[in-house]
């Protein structure tokens, strides 16, 4: 299994495709709070509008995709003066068509839905990447071919809206998820989006701790496999992923840790012994630090939420 298959297996990531956004010109259509463990995303296929989120405002066009980790509010505007249009709803089986006000002719065609993961892994995924993430798929070759198919499938079920396509339109979404990981983001997104290394010695170092995590990663040992000095490695790797190598091997430590105990019955030492951690304690404070709970309390409540049918924050 690669690295960003592993990372989404392990955050458990659930794509739900919630409308097809038809807007015309000077529309502004607010988009509310999700969930705690929800990240919110819009791919446009055609047109160029605008999204706000807080302070940051990102101008997107075709192939352009949003993702906001947090899921905090924002705004889709529209181009054509000061916006001055709300928007309508109309509901269908498997998503929301939002229109503006008063109809008009539609400038663009963005999709909007939202990611759901869990409370361990899924949480220390969300939570490492830059806020919002900017990616336009159109700026290289490989990517716009790949990203014209998935908006020919998406926009074909969309208009056939029949059965299966609330399930089809949700993997194509999670397919989206992965691109992104795997992508550069633009000048727009200000921090490193580590999952997408650009430099190909860090990334082979990246995916050599994501697949193993529970070796003994030394900076001398993971500086040998990048064929560069300790400091120029360092230097690398934290202008490449936004962090220090221990904070780094941290989370991708407790995100396997996370998955282990919600899907086996290994005890808590066992589970830290498997990550790396030579003593339960270390592991204890490190799990905490990026949970906000112990191993054993999170053990419990995902046992908890499973038998509720429900997901435990």
């Given at each position: ?53 807080g ?53 663009i ?9 869990d ?39 969309a ?71 300790r ?18 091997l ?16 290994a ?47």
């Amino acid at each position: 299994m690669d690295a960003i298959s592993r990372l989404l297996r392990m955050a458990r990531v659930m794509a739900t495709l919630d409308r097809r956004c038809l807007l015309g010109r000077g529309t502004r259509m607010e988009v509310s709070q999700r969930g705690v463990l929800e990240a919110q995303f819009h791919i446009l296929l055609e047109g160029e509008c605008q999204v706000q989120v807080g302070s940051t405002l990102l101008k997107m066009k075709p192939g352009d995709l949003v993702l906001i980790p947090n899921g905090s509010p924002h705004r889709v505007i529209t181009p054509g003066g000061i916006p001055s249009l709300g928007t309508t709803e109309s509901a269908g089986d498997a998503f929301v068509t939002t229109r503006s006000d008063g109809g008009g002719a539609p400038v663009i065609d963005l999709f909007c839905g939202h990611y759901t993961f869990d409370a361990g892994a899924g949480a220390v995924l969300f939570r490492s990447l830059p806020d919002p993430v900017h990616v336009s798929f159109g700026d290289s070759a490989d990517s716009d071919d790949v990203l014209r198919m998935l908006s020919t499938l998406m926009r074909g079920e969309a208009q056939r809206e029949g059965s299966g396509t609330a399930a089809i339109l949700s993997a194509l979404s999670t397919v989206l998820l992965a691109l992104v990981l795997r992508s550069s983001a633009s000048s727009t997104t200000k921090s490193a989006l580590w999952t997408a290394a650009s430099d190909e010695h860090i990334a082979g170092v990246i995916e050599d701790i994501l697949l193993n995590p529970g070796e003994d990663w030394t900076i001398e040992r993971l500086s040998r496999a990048a064929a560069m000095s300790r400091a120029t490695f360092l230097r690398r790797f934290g202008r490449q992923t936004g962090m220090t190598v221990g904070a780094f091997l941290a989370k991708v430590r407790v995100m396997t840790a996370a998955e282990l105990l919600s899907s086996s019955d290994a005890t808590v030492a066992t589970v830290a012994w498997e990550v790396g951690y030579q003593s339960e304690s270390a592991f204890s404070r490190a799990f905490r630090a990026e949970v906000g709970t112990t191993p054993a309390r999170f053990r419990r409540d995902q046992q908890r939420g499973a038998q509720d049918g429900s997901s435990t924050p």
